[in-house]
């Protein structure tokens, strides 16, 4: 897939960046760029492979990394909620802002 300057000018149009012909050219030239590299990704046989958890994995077990999902804090809430503006059964009010 390669993009057109038409398409450059379309992208930044919906953007609202303004592009001098020498960014646009730019533009051109990088996204062209990157989608060739997508096109090489996409060509590359994978169907043998199973997907990686995390990259990691491919070093070292994955699991050995992690720690457990312990509490390591006391529960503050009241203490903290002290100083807001307004708190309904332990959760901070703010004002609407989208209608």
């Known amino acids: 897939m390669a993009l057109?300057?038409?398409d450059i000018?379309?992208?930044?149009?919906?953007a609202r960046l303004a592009l001098s012909p020498a960014e646009a050219e730019r533009m051109h030239t990088?996204?062209?760029?990157f989608f060739a590299?997508?096109?090489q990704m996409r060509a590359?046989?994978?169907s043998g492979l199973t997907p990686l958890p995390h990259p990691v994995a491919t070093v070292?077990?994955?699991?050995?990394?992690?720690?457990?999902d312990v509490?390591?804090?006391?529960?503050q809430r009241e203490r903290n909620q002290r100083?807001?503006?307004?708190?309904?059964?332990?959760?901070?009010?703010v004002p609407k802002v989208i209608e």
């Open 4 to 6: 057109t300057p038409q």
């Open 9 to 14: 000018e379309r992208i930044a149009h919906l």
């Open 30 to 33: 990088q996204l062209n760029g």
């Open 37 to 39: 590299i997508v096109e």
């Open 44 to 46: 590359v046989d994978t």
């Open 60 to 68: 070292q077990p994955v699991a050995l990394r992690l720690r457990d």
């Open 71 to 75: 509490v390591s804090e006391p529960n």
């Open 83 to 93: 100083s807001a503006p307004a708190v309904e059964r332990g959760l901070y009010l």
